[in-house]
């Protein structure tokens, strides 16, 4: 696993720890995993496209 | 008239196989020295599209991955859903560090950057082929405009647009 820092809102803190201390999840990493998934899923269009306009970027002008 | 063949070995996922060849425009992949193709996307390739991996002008390379059941990789391909060509994409992008990963998918191109590959995907290969004299810039703009006629690559309409116009405000077409 790599390991990435972040700087999470007090709030978003608490509510990741509730999470783990109710059972829901095994601990913090797990909740970040899955909101990270989630987040992923649900936002894909516009990755897509963001991913789509760096695509046309390279094709226009890139090295290689 | 193309450029001169390029030495780099690229990795590719299924998808950029899968709309080149829909698109009748495989053979940009035939730009590149290498073209390396893990087990489970060749798999994938063969189920829909018979003899894109047959072409003449490509040196497809079937690549056979093992041991990604614990690492990086893993961790990852659990966190963003990745499916089993995906990962074998990755891992073996992550073992040729110098070549360039093809991938439309935005999952496995988020996880790429996070580890570093450089990533592109089909439409960044269709316009490359102009300034790579393999397609005219006409012919890249019809290609581009029959997408949604004869590709499984969904882009929104007001992107494609988009990327149509660019194309045109570049080369002046």
Known sequence: ?64 | MAGNRLKRKVVCDAGPIIHLDELQVLHLLSDFGHVLVPAQVWLEVKKHRANALNHTGIKFEKVIVENISSGVLSGLSKAFGLDAGEIEALSVAQRNRDCNLFTDDAAARLVASQMGFEVHGTIGLIVRAIRRKQLSAEEVVDILASVPQKSTLYIKPALLNRIVEDVKNEYRV
């Open chain 1, 1 to 64: 696993m790599q390991t990435i820092e972040i700087e999470l809102p007090d709030q978003l803190y608490k509510g990741v720890n509730n999470l783990v201390k109710s059972g829901w999840f095994r601990d913090q990493n797990e909740v970040l995993c899955e909101a990270v998934r989630k987040f992923i899923e649900s936002h894909r269009p516009e990755l897509i496209e963001k991913f789509i306009l760096e695509d046309v970027e390279w094709g226009l002008h890139g090295g290689e």
